[in-house]
T-cell receptor, first 109, second 116 residues
Framework: AQRVTQPEKLLSVFKGAPVELKCNYS??????LFWYVQYSRQRLQLLLR??SRESIKGFTADLNKGETSFHLKKPFAQEEDSAMYYC???????????FGKGTRLSVIA | GAVVSQHPSWVICKSGTSVKIECRSL??????MFWYRQFPKKSLMLMAT?????????EQGVEKDKFLINHASLTLSTLTVTSAHPEDSSFYIC????????????FGPGTRLTVL
């Protein structure tokens, strides 16, 4: 069964400090991995996906199949990065996402 | 970008009544929509997969007679909570696949249901 683990419920960092939001997964096969972000009072929106290998808003995430991890990183946190971050997994195609429990990132000025 | 709307955004109802929640893809056709439920401070839990023109596929533990899903067109899926009880109070979120990147899931803003 697919499972996504985000070990931290809350992560607080100072502005300008590096950020790493952890995500580990268990899956038999070749999954697609995503990071979604939910800002206060807004809907979930896609932040990035592993197959596109791009940087969005300064965030990057590398899929490590050996460690089954997909940690989200940003070298210098900004106050506007404060939000709820969800790691998600799915098969390829029109299949549903399985979400982790989410990590709330709080960037302190 | 692709937009998914939900209506209503919040609803309060009495125990025993039924509530219908609509999910619409505004500027694209969505052959597949998903319904999730989110409890306070918890993650999103998939309830069912809704395919246009066919019966929804429910996740284990989700009562199909209680949570009726209809996907009558390529832009509309509805979730009806029948005979609602206080324990059904939750945040219901839909998502749709389609739009610019064909397999990207776009999420609606959610509907907060409170059953008194």
């Amino acid at each position: 069964a697919q499972r996504v683990t985000q070990p931290e419920k809350l992560l607080s960092v100072f502005k300008g400090a590096p950020v790493e939001l952890k995500c580990n997964y268990s899956y038999s096969g070749s999954p697609e991995l995503f990071w979604y972000v939910q800002y206060s009072r807004q809907r979930l929106q896609l932040l990035l996906r592993h197959i596109s290998r791009e940087s969005i808003k300064g965030f990057t995430a590398d899929l490590n199949k050996g460690e089954t991890s997909f940690h989200l990183k940003k070298p210098f946190a900004q106050e506007e990065d404060s939000a709820m971050y969800y790691c998600a997994i799915r098969n390829s195609g029109n299949t549903p996402l399985v979400f982790g429990k989410g990590t709330r990132l709080s960037v302190i000025a | 970008g692709a937009v998914v709307s939900q209506h209503p955004s919040w609803v309060i109802c009495k125990s025993g009544t039924s509530v219908k929640i609509e999910c619409r893809s505004l500027d694209f056709q969505a052959t597949t929509m998903f319904w999730y439920r989110q409890f306070p401070k918890k993650s999103l839990m998939l309830m069912a997969t809704s395919n246009e023109g066919s019966k929804a596929t429910y996740e284990q533990g989700v009562e199909k007679d209680k949570f009726l899903i209809n996907h009558a067109s390529l832009t509309l899926s509805t979730l009806t909570v029948t005979s609602a009880h206080p324990e059904d109070s939750s945040f219901y979120i839909c998502s749709a696949i389609g739009g610019g990147a064909k397999d990207t899931q776009y999420f609606g803003p959610g509907t907060r249901l409170t059953v008194l």
